[in-house]
């Protein structure tokens, strides 16, 4: 079974207005952190959002929230107000088990492509 | 600028030939990585290291080699044996600070582009 599943492929949204990108994902551990990154055509892996499980809040980062249900192991990316430049592609990572090394590994979902129409 | 480079941006190579992808970094962090990303697919960990002249093997580490000879450099060699090398390649660090308050974020690099003839 995937371990971070994202089931849209592709989005489009309207330039100003909000859009949600969904990010499921699988483990037994308790401890684990979901990461948001973005990668722009250039390819670069731009990182947005952290949420730690043990976190009570849902994290948020200027545009961008991230809408945290544990219960049903999701971390949806909710980017407001979007813009031209949010084009890109989007993927939701998730880190397991500290192993107390500093070793991080990521696993990382599929990737939704959203497209800002302007 | 502190940052991470990937070199070179593109390469081309035939089939049979080994090539070295460079990854250098001046964040002074412990933990390097290299991902490989295909069209429509995430990002898969080939190798990683956590401090110099250790490393360990990802999930699709065959046909690849690393060293890690320096702190500031993490070159992956793609040899002959991997049967289909052409791919996007990340190279990515993490400070590799122990710390519940560390949240694992890794940082990336611009990547380089790798097509077999």
């Known amino acids: 079974a995937q371990k971070i599943t994202q089931t849209q492929p592709g989005m489009f949204v309207q330039e100003k207005e909000a859009v949600t990108l969904d990010c499921t994902y699988d483990t037994s551990d308790q401890s684990y952190g979901l990461f948001w990154y973005k990668q722009p055509s250039s390819g670069e892996m731009i990182f947005l959002i952290y949420q730690g499980s043990y976190d009570e809040q849902n994290a948020t980062e200027g545009r961008y929230s991230l809408n945290f249900q544990k219960a049903r192991k999701s971390a949806n990316l909710v980017i407001s107000a979007s813009q031209l430049g949010d084009s890109a592609m989007y993927f939701c990572?998730?880190?397991?088990?500290?192993?107390?090394?500093?070793?991080?590994?990521?696993?990382f979902g599929k990737g939704t492509k959203l497209s800002v129409i302007p | 600028d502190g940052g991470i480079t990937q070199s070179p941006k593109y390469l081309f190579r035939k089939e049979g030939q080994n090539v070295t992808l460079s990854c250098e970094q001046n964040?002074?962090?412990?933990?390097m990585y290299w991902y490989r990303q295909d069209p429509g697919q995430g990002l898969r960990l080939i190798y990683y290291?956590?401090?110099?002249?250790?490393?360990q093997k990802g999930d699709i580490a065959e046909g690849y080699s690393v060293s890690r000879e320096k702190k500031e450099s993490f070159p992956l060699t793609v040899t002959s044996a991997q049967k289909n090398p052409t791919a996007f390649y990340l190279c990515a660090t993490h400070s590799g600070l122990a710390g519940w308050d560390n949240t694992g974020e890794l940082f990336f690099g611009e990547g380089s582009r790798l097509t077999v003839l």
């Open positions: 964040l002074n962090h412990d933990a």
């Open positions: 990572a998730m880190r397991e088990t500290y192993s107390g090394a500093g070793s991080y590994q990521l696993t």
């Open positions: 290291s956590q401090i110099v002249n250790d490393f």
